[in-house]
């Protein structure tokens, strides 16, 4: 019996099996972040020039065994981890482009480039978000926490997502988008949003209204309970700015 009950708790120490490994020390994401990225956008000439400090934060992520994390800090390890490696990408070529959409060959496009060291593999940007954020989590608000370094895309969180605070961060990076007139603007009654609606349509259970309706505020809140039930609604698909978000 004693052995038994040795057993098991060995068991319970297992990742996986625990309430997760520590989380990932975002310590330098957090001091770049927050000196790098303001409302108005990254700015790509200060990651240039610390782009020895972002290589160090890379190296911790791919340094990391994410299957010993637990559920949300998993979650939060892999949205960082696109985000800053997709800011490493720019600055792979940066400053002579103007949009991600120039780091491309004939045979691949920016997300299809291999360069991201994950847990013993090359993968590329797609593999983390069509592999691992969207099948994996299942959390259509996660649209709204990567980001694609294009002016047309969510902004960039000015501090690291956390496992701790994950579900508070991606609510509030979701309702700031949604609610910025920018994205989404109802006229007569055809709403206006952003192709991510579109393009991922599926991962909001084919209803992208009803999404928009959930975490619809003030103004929008109102204008789309004035507009009916959502019958009469029709949406129509912003133009999408790949230009950079600097």
């Known amino acids: 019996m004693k052995t ?20 990932v020390d ?5 001091k770049l972040l927050q000196k790098h990225v303001t409302d108005k956008g990254v700015d790509y000439d200060g990651f240039k020039q610390d782009e020895a400090k972002l290589d160090q934060y890379l190296a911790i992520l791919s340094s990391i065994d994410p299957v010993a994390l637990s559920h949300n800090h998993q979650f939060a390890f892999y949205i960082n981890t696109y985000n800053a490696f997709t800011i490493k990408l720019i600055l792979t070529r940066y400053p ?23 847990n013993g593999f090359t993968v590329n940007l797609d593999h983390i978000e069509h592999d691992i954020l969207r099948p994996r989590f299942k959390d259509a608000r996660v649209h709204f926490a990567i980001n694609c370094a294009a002016r ?35 006229k007569d009654n055809t709403l206006f949003v952003s192709r991510i609606f579109k393009w991922f349509a599926d991962d909001f259970s084919g209803s992208p209204l009803r999404f928009i309706r959930q975490h619809a505020q003030d103004r929008l809140r109102q204008d789309l309970e004035k507009a009916g039930s959502g019958n009469e609604i029709t949406l129509q698909y912003l133009y999408y700015d790949w230009t950079l978000n600097r």
């Open 26 to 30: 975002n310590t330098i994401w957090a």
């Open 4 to 23: 038994l009950i040795l057993i098991l708790a060995g068991c319970l120490m297992l990742p996986g099996l625990s309430s997760g490994a520590p989380p």
């Open 96 to 118: 002579g482009i103007n949009s991600i959409k120039e780091i491309s060959s004939f045979f691949s496009n920016p997300w299809s480039k291999k360069f991201i060291p994950l």
């Open 152 to 186: 047309s895309c969510p902004p960039l969180l000015n501090v690291p997502y956390e496992g701790s605070t994950l579900e508070t961060q991606l609510d509030n990076q979701t309702k700031k988008f949604i609610n910025n007139p920018a994205n989404t603007f109802l």
